[in-house]
């Protein structure tokens, strides 16, 4: 079967305050395509994982946290290319808005 | 080696007026992520891919135009997953401002 899909990033369900709702878009080979909508998040859980993560900020704003305390802001259009065992995490995200993101993670190795 | 690395859609190549540039932003395990930048173009190439893509406009705005000539209109946050085999174009991009795509080729099979 081969024909097209289609959706909107704007079309998920809405997360809690302070919480994320995460949605799988596509997936093949062992690369998977995710939405992510965050609001108002505070200090997420720290990710520490065996394979490569891209993730761009399409809407809103958001912050990202690593192992080192380094923060980095991120604002619609920005990405972040994250290796495999890059201890991460979101600092916050902003509070007056959703925040979407696109996720990618590819294939370990 | 597992520093993030950062960038941002909005900083890539300008393309001419009707044509595109792409840049290789994340590869691994036969999947890749490219972000695409289209100026004024109208009756793109076609592609059949032997892979799955997905596509992600975030930016502007665009036509796909598939074999049955359907053709579906985009705005930014709209996705469109493009299966193997699945014939496209680009039918227009926005004519007034850069129409910015991230596109993830998923491993075959």
């Known amino acids: 079967m081969n024909a097209p899909r289609f959706g ?3 079309e998920g369900t809405a997360p ?3 919480a994320e709702s995460f949605m799988e878009l596509a997936r093949a080979g062992g690369a998977r395509v995710e939405s992510i909508a965050s609001r108002a998040v505070t200090n997420g859980a720290w990710y520490e994982q065996a394979w490569t993560e891209f993730v761009l900020l ?9 192992a080192d ?3 980095r802001e991120l604002k619609p259009g920005d990405w972040a290319l994250l290796p ?3 201890r991460h995490r979101v600092a916050w995200t902003d509070t ?3 925040t979407l993101w696109l996720a990618v993670h590819l294939p370990p190795g």
Chains 1, 2 share one sequence.
């Open 8 to 10: 909107s990033l704007h």
């Open 16 to 18: 809690e305050q302070g």
């Open 58 to 66: 399409v809407a809103g704003g958001a912050a990202l946290e690593f």
């Open 69 to 71: 305390s380094t923060i």
């Open 84 to 86: 495999a065992q890059c």
């Open 96 to 98: 007056a808005c959703e």
